[in-house]
């Protein structure tokens, strides 16, 4: 079972919780300073460091994988793009749960992130924190006294920790009071952004917020912050949500069902229409206007129907990929 | 029962079958130059012959209908829309299965119009012939040794007769061959018209096919050449929606399942939309793509959603009606 398998606490409006620890090793370059030998010693190092778990990971070469099952990783949000498009040797060691991705040699040598369905930053925290120590029994980190742990790009010296969530807002996009959320949550030293990450609009209401400072808050200060935050946003969202549900306008209802009727019955469905109707069906769901349809299924939906996870390795043309994505999507109804 | 509620014969694609006689009385001028009191004579004579099948009919005068209960017969394709803007008395007399409309004072004294579903210009022939014979009885008609019967319009004079079907040809018109058709029927003959009649689009694919000779044939002679003409339209019908059947295209199938699924779950759905989706979904039965529904309740339909009939003789936001029309269409799937 992965985690978009799983059900999670509130995932009536969060999808996810991820945490991300960049670590760097002492006696190394960063990595756009590595050579081959180098990159490719730290990869062992972090391999080797990980021999308790090792059975529950497995370890991917990036430069091994095709372009296609490099991009089905990047779908999944296990890897970035950046880990991809590398010379030196990269890897990516992946939790067979596909809860725990450790890239190594991307922007910094370690970068752990860990997984979690629906709220729950205090569990993807306590995962990232077991995997971190674990590494830190056998490799020596590099750790300045007064700034903490040092990270190739300065945003991310000190904890090396970014928090973040993907929440589903239709309320309060309907609202138009999306702009007035991202204003708010700079102040509170938050980033939203759209889907798909940094520059991507918010297809389907989906919106990642994160944590943009690193320096001089204890990691738990800034799980416990961040958490507040993501409290008074569901607040607002789910007040709003209330006022929707107390008179669902027909045009509303309209496009509910209308997404309900083309999940259950299109021949063809392309992924930019997918996220907006299941944007539609979960708010439909919430709204008591359809049937319950585990919100867990509907998350698996949006990681497995991504062009390179529906090619399954392959090659497919869009029109290919329109169809299998449709009939992978009638299979949540039966 | 009504007469779209009933099977016919190649109802896959003969929506319904029609006649129409037209007839005056002689004694008395053509409609446009009746006085009041000549035109409730007239009305009362109509009604009088009728005696022996009074019991199946009502006497509808127009001018005491409200203009959506007027509509409401306009749609039915009961009445004309010329019967209802007249300063002259003019009334319908409309058999309970609604196969039969007899209008009073229209551009003739008398047009005895009969509907039967699908495919059946016999019967619809003897079923106006019998009403024909009927009133005859009774009523001496306008008639001419060498021309026939007279009417207001020559086009009509001779044996006043019009036969008409309403056909379905949606692989036709996705062959783009429907230019073609209309040429060929001219030279048989016949007029080709979009589903409210002249100047009307082909909303869903939906034709009006009939005769345009009225002079110088027999009653039975233009039945039988319009049967002939109508065969070899089927024909035509029927090989393209073959070649259809022996590969779907996806795009096709795609649209035939949106359709559908939009019947199922919509929440409002307006008249043109639905004739497009009762169109789709038509062809999605015939070509096995989707579970059959009886065509009778998807011409039930056509009937029942329009918006006087929709009103119930009330008056309703075309809002409103979009909501009761996606209600009433969901019920055929139950």
Redesign the interface.
Known sequence: MTWYQTDGKKNDMIISTRVRLARNISGFPFSAKLSREEGEKIIDLVWEALAPVQKDFTLYRIQKLSPVRQQALIEKHLISPDLTDARAPRAAIIHKDETISIMVNEEDHIRIQCLAPGLAPDAAWDMANKIDDLIGETISYAFHEKFGFLTSCPTNTGTGLRVSAMIHLPAISVSGGISGLLAQAAKSGMAVRGLYGEGSDAQGNFYQISNQTTLGLSEEEIIERFGRVLASIMEVEASLRKKIADAVP??L??R???A???M?????ISGKELINYISDVRLGIYLGIIEPIPFEKLTALMVTTMPANISGGGSMSA?ERD?KR?SIVKKIFK
């Open positions: 027909d045009r209802t309209d509910i069902m209308r309900y009727g083309a259950r019955y299109a021949h063809m029109e169809i449709a």
